[in-house]
């Protein structure tokens, strides 16, 4: 048996137009309501949600029967946390809050065996088919997505030296701990935070470096990925819900009599 192939690595690579949504209701069942739409991509958020490792290994069950790469957003840059992630088959990691290069060096190294990097072998998980992969150790670090999450000023002021680390597929810059950062929290939309976060995604694109965000206005999202970003969430299901559930109640309710 031979490892499958990553389409959303690949699809990166090839500047298409990616477009994504947020999953945090840490549930396979949801998972499901969600997996036929055909989003490009999807993101389990282990960072800001109650998932754990049993939540996500059932999402990601769910969406490798589509056609959608499920990307898991791990808690913090740490190598064992990584290693379990990995080992469970995510397609993918986004890394948050990174400050420097150094430290996405640490990220790369723990998606990559040795001598490349410092990820622990298991020959029998479910990422190698429980050892059928034949070419898994071998050729994994060629599908394995490894985003960057860039969220303070100071680290979007170092996106281009952050970017030039070999084994990075995409740079995210995230915008509401960015508007934080700079005194405008909860303000994620606010023009201050977007005059900080294009230019630095201009020159990312120019270079050829794929670039991400999550935005919740689908017509911004849509300018974004117009504007040459690669791979965009344009919400989540959490917010679907919630907007759902609060017309819904608002509509029936305003034609009481």
Known sequence: MQLATNTFTHSLA????????WITL????????????????????????????????????????????????????????????????APGLLFPMIQTVEEARQAVAATRYP???????????????????????????????????????????????????????GIFFGPGDIAADIGKVGKPMDPEVWDLIKPAAKKLIAKGMPVGTLVLDPVFA????NEGFSFVACGTD????ARASDQLYAEVKGGLS
């Not at 849509?222 to 990925?225: D, F, G, I, N």
């Open 14 to 21: 090839r500047k298409d137009k990616l477009i994504g949504l």
């Open 238 to 241: 959490s917010s679907l819900l």
């Open 222 to 225: 849509t300018q974004l990925l």
């Open 115 to 169: 001598p490349r990097g410092i990820r622990g072998v298991a020959g029998g998980s479910r990422a190698t088919k429980f050892g059928r992969v034949q070419n898994y150790v071998s050729d994994i670090e060629n599908e394995t997505t490894v985003l960057l999450q860039l969220e303070t000023r100071a680290a979007v002021e170092q996106a281009d030296a952050i970017s030039e680390v070999e084994g990075i597929h």
């Open 26 to 89: 840490c549930n396979n069942f949801v998972a499901e309501v969600t997996a036929p739409t055909g989003f490009d991509w999807v993101l389990i958020d282990m960072e800001h949600s109650p998932n754990d490792y049993f939540s996500v290994l059932g999402q990601l069950q769910v969406y490798a029967a589509t056609t959608t790469t499920a990307i898991v957003r791990v808690e913090w840059n740490d190598a064992v946390a990584v290693k379990r992630l990995l080992d469970l088959g």
